[in-house]
């Protein structure tokens, strides 16, 4: 009995030290809003699905979700998701893919009509963008937004649709060229709010110089926890938390969001993911004001909320 006690004496005083880490993982999140959540239900594989997202974001004391769907609007998503949890701010958007019919106006104003009113994000071509196809070196059909480099006009036509309904334009991925094409046009035709998809993720790669050009020219820049962690497959990850601090810090922090690009199966879920990447900034020297900056001024400011 007494050897029991002790056993038990000496896991309460190492206790804490055993859950350290996986207690990191529950850093506050209050007001931290995810822009870039993908979950089920998806024709990808998920690892949770919106309506349990939702339930864990809140309970970590987040304030949002931007769920994304690379193949369908998630506009009635976010509809349902903000019934079965109240207390959260879930919103969706539409990927402009092949299976939305591309540059699709006519997908955008049917979005815009969905009950409930929550889709607010317009994400140029990602999976399917001319960009993107040709560098995963696939033969198979792509949508472009480009040629001889000037948007086409069907992509000027969704940014003016944009602007009337004072949705946020994302970038998705467009290569660089074209994110900054996207960029100028969205500040001339008086797009209020803008988003660098991953700026420097694959297939983007933005250059810090071509960040700067776009936070000039109204921008968020976008970067993503998910960019980081190295796949399965044996290869180095896509960008460095290093390389993120060091473009933070040249683009300015006021330019800048910070979101998870999370939900695939055997990573992280979205807050941990979330926690985890402020903890690495944290040790790169990015302040926590400016992380609450990026995390939560910035992106609700992008979406358009006080």
Request: glycine share 8%; with cysteine.
């Amino acid at each position: 009995m007494r050897r029991v006690w002790w056993i038990g004496f000496a896991l309460l005083l190492i206790g804490p030290l055993l859950v350290a880490v996986p207690a990191r993982a529950q850093a506050d999140l209050t007001g931290v809003i995810d822009i870039h959540a993908h979950s089920d239900p998806d024709s990808m594989p998920r690892s949770i699905d919106a309506i349990d997202l939702a339930k864990l974001a809140k309970q970590r004391g987040m304030r949002g979700l931007v769920l994304k769907n690379h193949y369908e609007s998630t506009a009635a998503l976010a509809y349902i998701v903000r019934k079965e949890v109240p207390g959260i701010e879930i919103f969706g958007g539409i990927d402009l893919n092949r299976s939305v019919g591309g540059i699709n106006a006519a997908a955008i104003e049917r979005m815009v009509l969905m009950k409930g009113g929550w889709g607010k994000v317009v994400w140029m071509p990602t999976f399917d963008n001319e960009n993107q196809v040709k560098a995963s070196k696939e033969n198979r059909p792509f949508v472009s937004v480009s040629k001889n480099g000037q948007l086409l006009p069907e992509v000027e036509e969704v940014i003016r649709l944009v602007a009337k309904h004072q949705l946020t334009l994302e970038t998705g991925h467009s290569s660089a060229a074209d994110g900054l094409l996207i960029v100028n046009a969205a500040r001339e035709a008086g797009v209020q709010h803008v988003v660098v998809t991953h700026a420097m993720a694959d297939p983007v790669r933005m250059t810090i110089p071509q960040m700067q050009q776009a936070a000039r020219e109204g921008a968020y820049i976008e970067f993503v926890y998910g960019a980081t962690i190295p796949p399965n497959n044996g290869t180095l990850a896509a960008v460095s938390m290093s390389d993120y601090a060091k473009a933070i810090r040249a683009v300015g922090p006021q330019f800048c969001i910070l979101s998870s690009d999370l939900g695939q199966p055997g990573r992280p879920l979205h807050p941990d993911g979330l926690a985890q990447f402020f903890q690495a900034l944290r040790k790169e020297g990015i302040s926590q004001t400016d992380i609450d900056l990026m995390s939560k001024t910035n992106p609700a400011r992008a979406l358009g909320l006080q």
